[in-house]
Structures are given as C-alpha cells and as structure tokens.
C-alpha cells in the first residue's frame, strides 16, 4: 500500500487527504544533456524534425503543409473544457534523451531503463506480449518482436523505420494522414507538423497474432509535447491486439499530448485497441484516434482516462462495411483540477452494422466529467443497431458530471437507444459493508472497484492491476 499523508479536515469538516503518493508516475529523470528544440512552432523547427529523421521529401512537404493550416486554424472549439491555460508559444515540440533505438533492454540508458522498469513495462514483454515499443519523450528507445510473430510476416516497427524502408515507405504513404485529415482540427494540424515516434503494424491476410503487442510513451520533460503517430493495418481475416500506456511526472507548467492513432481493419478481421492514459495532472490530453472497418470486420475499444488537466478525447470508428460492428468501452476518473470531456463517436455506412458503447465515469474533489457521444446512420445502412449506455458515479457534492449525446439518424429501418445514470454511492451499502468489517474508505474503494469491473475485465492482467491501483490511490482519503 502506498504511503499517504495523514487526514486533515476540509472546511465542509470532510476528512480529506492533501496529496496521493503517486511515485510509482510522478518520478522523473535529470534533462541534463537532452536535445530540445526551441519553444513555439517555426519552418526552421519543422525541417529540423524532418531532417533528424531523415524523411523522405514528401513527408516534409506534409509537414509544412500542416504548419500552414496550423497558423490558419482557431486555437479550440467554444464547447469543451477551457484550454487557455496551454500557451503554445512555450511548448518544446521536440525533445530528446540523446539515446539510439534498442533492441535488447540491456543496451537502453540506464535512467530510461530504470523509467520503464519501475513502470513494469519489462517484465510485461517477457510474461505476456508478442512485441513492445517504448518512447521516450520525442523519441522511440526500444522496440522489438518475438521472432515467431515475425516469421508470420507481421511487421511492428517505428513509423520512422518504415519510413526509411523502401519495403513499407509506399504503404505508410498510402494510409498516413488519410484517416484523420490535417484539417481536422488545429491540434491535428500541429500533429503533421511535428510529429515524432509511434508505431507502425502491419497484420498479413490470415493471421492471428496471439499475444498483444504493446506501445508505451512517457513524457519526461517538462514544458514539452508529445505527438506520437500509431498507423496499424490488420489486413483480410487476421487478428490483433494493440495496447497502449501512457504517463509522464507532475510538473507545475503545461505539457502536451497531441498524438495520432489510425486505424485500418479489413473484411473480416479483428482489432482490439485497449488504452490505458495516466498523464499528469499538468498534461493537456488533445488526442486523435480514428477507425474504419471493413465488412464482417469488427473494432473493439477499451479505454481507461486516468490523468491530465484537461482531456479532448473521442475515438471515432467507421463501419464502412456491411455486417462490421464495433464495441467501446471505457471508464474516466476525474479529481481535483481535472476536466475530462471523452466519449466517442460511431458512423454506420454498412448494412447490418452494430455499434455498442458502455461508458462509466467517476468523478471526485470537484473533478468534471463530461461524455459526449454521436452516433451517425447514413443513408444506406439498412437494418443497422446502435446501443449507448452511460454511467455516472459521484463522490461528492462539488464534482459534476455531464452526458451530452448526439444521434443522426438517415434510415427508417435503424434501431437506436441511448441511456444515461447518475448517481452517487448509497449511504446504505457503504452502513451494510462496514457492518461486515470494513473501513469507510475500504468499503467506498469496493464500490467504486465494483463500478469499474465491466471495463477492467476486458484489460490484459497488468492493465487491470495498474486500473484497479490507480483507482486505489484515486479513492485514498477521498471520505466525505
């Protein structure tokens, strides 16, 4: 159990706890000797990326390109959480720990090493995973696969390896960017500019890859950005499991998140993508993440929302083929000085297609929590079926919670339902549980555990044990 500052009273008399030992996430490494490009955004600092990465000429012109359109867009939308409080002027696009992409932990600095020790990234590769990825801050520092995936012609590289691989360049040109437009929004267009890292997946015809493989990006620096790019395609029948983790220390200025994710799952195959987010509390999360699924394909999401001060966050998914479903599910913990608007969104082209989506939040301390969904039928998706369940747990009088959904619907013959509870913890089972012997705080942290199953049952082992703790620091003194 993690050591924890002892209870003080709050002024409604509460007993509250001042901070959680968040040490096994908040720890961070000396910046000495990094590379760090100057803050703000310039040409002369999107050609120095592109340069240290040695892209190809096309890539370059994308990220000029994007640059432009980052100058010409407004900062936000005037319907989510303020982000005023992120001045890009003062954030370092990229930053690096000077360290050479690995292939065997042993030759990984021996500060990012212990990093993604502690993190137990590790141990996790050797009990469970086909193949890991591990960036650092702007930049990939280990990355490997298990021979045997390999021999089955799955490709798990850097984006930047693919790049430079005459093999795969044509492939990543044909689908990098196609997904998510950099017009998208201005965040999408400062991620073209700058990008830096990620994954590139490849998954022949056919195949199942049997273990997960796995992305986990730290952010160690302070005052910086990460804008990691995950371009996965699973191709006619195959089978994979992606997993991604995220944390980085609790600084007292802004950094940002602003990574890409697309998504390609062909006729008849199957894409798990589960996440697992635990940003500091300082860290403005303004991901992208977008899906398209072929006919008799499905798309499964698993999310977890643990961290940042503000989150933008709504995986969106395209059933663009008949019979295709998709399933997400998710959970979001807001705290103190958190506001988390997620959701996600679903669009049914196909005939036939089926979307389910089964959301909790939890929120505490004044943190908001704010789920917004779309569901969208077009015109040709006969027969299609579309389910969204929200649910709401408060843990006080001075959190808030929101639902805000949104249903298009272009075809007579859809079936469509959305429903949403909130509620908070009943004084009845927290008396009945206590009566049994437990504590006040064991007895709430049960019901809140209770609340996140569905979401952690669908989580690899070791991500539902880093949830469930997270919750655990979460709740520790949260009585009132």
Known sequence: MSDVTPPTLDERGRSKVADVDRSLYDFKMSEEGYERYADGLTPDIVRAISRKKGEPAWMLELRLKALDVY????????????????????????????????????????????????LGIPEAERKSLAGVGAQYDSEIVYHNMREEVAKNGVVYTTIEDALRDPQWEGVVRAYFGKLIPMDDHKFAALHYAVWSGGSFVFVPAGVRVDYPLQSYFRLNASGAGQFEHTLIIVEEGADLHFIEGCSAPKYYEANLHAGAVELYVKDGARLRYSTIENWSKNMYNLNTKRATVGADAKMEWVSGSFGSHVSYLYPTTILAGANSTCEFTGITFAGAGQDLDTGCKVVLGGANTAASVD???????????????????????????????????????????????????????????HEASIGRISNDTILYLMSRGCSEQEARSMVVNGFANPVSKELPLEYAVEMNNLIKLEMEGAIG
């Open 71 to 118: 100058h010409r867009r407004d900062m936000a939308p005037n319907w989510g959480p303020d982000i005023s409080g992120l001045d890009l002027d003062h954030i370092s696009t990229y930053v690096s720990a000077g360290a050479a992409q690995a292939r065997d932990w042993d030759d990984v600095p021996t500060d990012i090493k212990d990093t993604f020790e502690r």
């Open 359 to 417: 959301t909790k939040s939890i929120s505490k301390d004044g943190g908001v929590n704010t789920f917004r969904s779309a569901v969208v039928v077009g015109r040709k998706a006969d027969h299609a079926r579309a389910s969204v369940s929200c649910q709401s747990l408060m843990l006080d009088d001075i959190s808030r919670s929101d639902t805000i959904p949104a249903m298009d619907v272009r075809n007579n013959t859809a079936s469509v339902g």
